[in-house]
């Protein structure tokens, strides 16, 4: 069928700047190095230098400056658990040998969110390798009343991973087997701290791929991801792992193993109690398995990367595409010129198409490449010709898909070297998703750097970021609440993705009502009756 | 695109027999009568003669023989609950002015199932029209302690929407008012009492499709499919409820109403409580209105009848179409010879090919009818070709389609028409799905009038019923344990799609470990601390 119907696509298309081409080889000099190793730069790019945070050094922070303790900057008030003593960190040593870290150097990365925005003071960190240590490990906690904060690759963006005092943390990263694999149902059985990436090639070797794409792939955890309910690249075609997590085994707070662990696609016998975990951001329990559904590895990847002329046409492009691509669309990811010109600046990342006010990104996965070739074709035919877009390249083999990816992937990492990042993660009606941006870019003028918004159009989601030279309470006073309020007054989320962590849980209440927080603090109370599983996380701060 | 590739289909593929034609005028007959009415045909199919429970008549049972009281032929105890006044009625005529029904002849139906094997002995229906009206009931069963069974369109199949004493019925039949359809995003926020039939064709009006499909669509409510997590004809392409569902509105059985009724792809603030309710089938609470993600409608549909000689050919029919097929892959259904056979025997529809051991039933949906053609095509040729398919025959077009379909759909009525019919649905790994088919087949012998496997198997979803005679317990007693124990020994889910409802809370603990169970029961107590909602369903009998 393949060789039937080759490809037709328009000689324009593969078109590629010099520029671009430039770009490319400095970005992929760092995507080698950056693909394993959070770090300064972050777990989304860096420098190549850094050890990982799982192998239990540090010195990747050394040079950088301190960052600020979160307790202090946000005045947070010290819940009343026990303090880890000589006698606890023995039992602890009976539990996992060997795997108790106490070394003040070590403990320096996992106490420091990769943003570089929160920081704890944990004084122990540790490795199990089974969830019967987990159960052991927690149980020995809820009876001598010891907070913990659950860790996977630490890459979260509202420091959800990191601890606020003197939690214990709790690391998944010895807990990386998988436990099986289905070859024809693709079910994907693992432990909670398998990295991604690594899921990622395992499965895709056997012909499937893991439903969750994300920047961050190559340091965080499935386990992280799960807890977070992660969102990423390919939740326009896959769904939420709401859908796609089939099963999951966690430890509650008292020690329980509750194994939820099935292989089914479907099991409706009672409550699914794992959603209860999922998005819960370990304070409900500790994820130490996943069962995860893969779905066949398409056989046809493309992406056109395409320059807009303004917003209205990015979302015209949107329902083009969607009624011309169909069931082969697999991403819609919007950018602005802002974000080009600091992927530019930080990066050398280069501008593959003619500078536009916008840029969008599409990809396709299909089963038949034929076919895809010429439903792309058209619609880019139809999306030229009406001059919704104005320019655009396509990208066919993996090395250039991979390169036009990295331009939208590493935004993240370009505005974290732009200065100190004030970020929103929201969800919006489509037809107002931009106008927040521009609002804000005006209310600020030159008190920001830069205020940038991209995203995963597809599914309504913004991240609205601003930069500063430093961080500056006046500027988050201009922020906050006006942005919630905002998004609030748009029935949208204050938090899409990212989870609310330490950093958002104190605005909940502008995307649920009272009765919901409420009924959040029994689940909470039902759950962790001492608290003592990622204290000062997720649910707002008891007044 | 559609013209310039027109389908290449073999002409042999539209070979139709003529007593196909026979069988499917009949079909059609009593498609259109049965279509909306649920009577002693019961949802799926039916004589067109009885009245819509939710006109509140109950003629159609007028000659079927009486049903057992379920408290009686199960042996159940009341619970504590109040029993309904005088003072009562009077209060909940002011809430529901008109809508208070206790005519015993109205009252007959929507204390019996459909499928006539569970009955209880409410006195009191009542028809709220709003949510608040919902919650004013709710608020004062809760005061009372009455007890309270919501019903929907009282399709189920575990006897999970009749009252099992005298539990008031709250019936969502008068709230089924469309609230809002956004048309780029394909969301629709309705209430609970929506006909799912309805839904869908006021969605396709519009170039959308709701992600759930199945052969009650012309009783059932929404709500209720939310509330028992309906798997149904979709499942494999759309996914679960679970991520289809963007919000519910619940009413708690304290009578507070919890607005989660956003209509967000994405939200992680705080713990995703809607969930809770979902499959939960109105134990922790009443569902009151649902926003639900409608993916674009494909422009192209076809559907494949094939013949196979093994359920190992089935087998690797699937595995050959799922990559052949990929993303248009809509449907994977398989019957057995048996269910052909009562479908003829008891519908008088006739099996479109060669009689074979085996059938499949494969929906494809695309967006380019050339596309699609092609790759359906190519699939035929190769599992013809190679032996794994021994006939077969297409429908393209929407008459022909529903044809073939109603085969597949109308497989529960025919079984209900054969006699009393033990029902199970089961989750269990591919390979093994058909042995407990074989298995049960030859251990009941002359016992069952007919043992017959079929069901979803893209989901790895089988439905195994056995009919006879009449009810009998020594039957029963040859059923079960075993099906449950061979389930279990397979990791297998007791219930895959159907729920637990009244008929299947005691074997729960096939499929779920103690410490879920114990968490279920904590879950319902903390969210129904009385118990009122919908009592004896869903969690096991507390012994």
């Given at each position: 069928m393949m060789s039937r119907l080759a490809p037709r696509w328009p000689a324009w298309l593969f078109w590629w700047r010099a520029a671009c081409a430039q770009g490319v080889s400095a970005q992929q000099k760092t995507w080698a190095g950056a693909s394993r190793i959070p770090g300064p730069g972050g777990p989304w790019g860096a420098t190549g230098t850094s050890p990982l945070v799982r192998r239990g050094s540090s010195s990747a922070f050394s040079c950088a400056p301190e960052v600020a303790l979160t307790r202090e900057r946000y005045s947070v008030r010290r819940l009343p658990f026990s303090v880890v003593s000589e006698d606890d960190l023995a039992a602890l040593e009976r539990i996992v040998p060997g795997r108790v870290i106490t070394d003040p150097e070590e403990l320096e990365a996992p106490n420091v969110d990769w943003l570089r925005t929160v920081r704890g003071s944990s004084k122990v960190l540790l490795r199990p390798r089974t969830s019967q240590e987990v159960a052991h490990i927690l149980r020995y906690c809820h009876e001598r009343n010891l907070a913990v904060s659950p860790q996977g690759g630490n890459t979260g963006m509202v420091g959800g991973s990191t601890p606020v005092f003197d939690e214990i943390i709790v690391s998944t990263a010895l807990m990386n087997q998988i436990v099986s694999f289905h070859n024809v149902s693709g079910v994907l059985v693992c432990q909670a701290g398998c990295v991604l990436e690594e899921l990622s090639r395992y499965v895709e070797e056997r012909g499937f791929v893991v439903p969750l794409d994300l920047g961050a792939k190559g340091s965080c955890h499935i386990g992280g991801n799960v807890a977070t309910n992660a969102g990423g690249l390919r939740f326009l075609r896959y769904g939420s792992l709401r859908g796609t997590v089939l099963g999951l085994e966690v430890v509650l707070a008292d020690g329980t193993i509750l194994n939820c662990l099935t292989s089914l696609r479907k099991d409706n016998t009672?409550?699914?109690?794992?959603?209860?975990?999922?998005?819960?951001?370990?304070?409900?329990?500790?994820?130490?398995?996943?069962?995860?559904?893969?779905?066949?590895?398409?056989?046809?990847?493309?992406?056109?990367?395409?320059?807009?002329?303004?917003?209205?046409?990015?979302?015209?492009?949107?329902?083009?595409?969607?009624?011309?691509?169909?069931?082969?669309?697999?991403?819609?990811?919007?950018?602005?010129?802002?974000?080009?010109?600091?992927?530019?600046?930080?990066?050398?990342?280069?501008?593959?198409?003619?500078?536009?006010?916008?840029?969008?990104?599409?990809?396709?996965?299909?089963?038949?490449?034929?076919?895809?070739?010429?439903?792309?074709?058209?619609?880019?035919?139809?999306?030229?010709?009406?001059?919704?877009?104005?320019?655009?390249?396509?990208?066919?083999?993996?090395?250039?898909?991979?390169?036009?990816?990295?331009?939208?992937?590493?935004?993240?990492?370009?505005?974290?070297?732009?200065?100190?990042?004030?970020?929103?993660?929201?969800?919006?009606?489509?037809?107002?998703?931009?106008?927040?941006?521009?609002?804000?870019?005006?209310?600020?003028?030159?008190?920001a750097k830069h205020v940038v918004g991209y995203g995963h159009l597809g599914d309504g989601n913004l991240h609205l970021n601003v930069t500063a030279e430093a961080f500056s309470p006046s500027l988050l006073g201009t922020l906050e609440p006006y942005v919630y309020e905002w998004t609030a007054r748009q029935r949208g989320s204050v938090s899409a993705e990212h989870g609310l962590g330490f950093k958002k849980k104190d605005v909940l209440g502008y995307s649920k009502p009272p009765e919901a927080l409420q009924l959040m603090q029994q689940l909470k109370t039902l759950l962790d009756p001492k608290g003592i599983l990622n204290p000062y996380k997720t649910l707002p701060t008891r007044t």
């Open positions: 009672g409550y699914d109690l794992k959603q209860l975990f999922i998005g819960s951001e370990g304070t409900l329990g500790v994820i130490t398995a996943v069962s995860i559904l893969c779905p066949p590895k398409p056989s046809a990847v493309n992406v056109a990367f395409l320059g807009c002329p303004g917003f209205a046409e990015v979302l015209q492009t949107f329902c083009t595409c969607r009624g011309m691509l169909g069931e082969i669309l697999s991403a819609f990811e919007f950018m602005d010129a802002e974000c080009m010109k600091l992927v530019g600046l930080h990066l050398h990342l280069a501008c593959p198409v003619q500078e536009s006010p916008f840029y969008v990104l599409i990809e396709t996965s299909g089963s038949g490449a034929g076919h895809d070739a010429e439903k792309l074709s058209g619609f880019l035919e139809q999306v030229l010709g009406s001059g919704l877009v104005t320019d655009g390249t396509l990208a066919t083999d993996q090395r250039r898909i991979k390169m036009l990816w990295a331009l939208r992937e590493r935004i993240t990492e370009a505005l974290s070297r732009d200065g100190y990042v004030y970020k929103y993660d929201l969800s919006l009606p489509l037809d107002r998703l931009y106008d927040l941006v521009s609002d804000l870019r005006a209310r600020l003028g030159l008190h």
